[in-house]
């Protein structure tokens, strides 16, 4: 699939469940994308480090937002 590939996206929920399936995927597929949490930090840093380990098969970039925080 090249659909994702340099898109960006933005994973809410990401670090666990659906939403981690989601950021493997986009992850998977070459998108550049951010892995939002609001309680789940742990969660998405390991998603997070993951993917980076994961990287040789895994083409895309990628940051962890917390959710909570306002701008």
Do not use: C, P
Request: hydrophobic content about 40%; charged content about 15%.
């Amino acid at each position: 699939m090249t659909y994702w590939k340099n898109r960006v996206a933005l994973t809410t929920g990401g670090g666990t469940g659906i939403g981690r399936a989601v950021s493997l995927m986009l992850a998977e597929h070459g998108a550049l994308f951010a892995v939002n949490y609001s309680r789940s930090r742990d969660a998405a840093s390991k998603t997070f480090q993951y993917i980076l380990d994961e990287q040789q098969s895994m083409t895309g970039q990628l940051i962890t937002v917390d959710g909570g925080q306002t701008l």
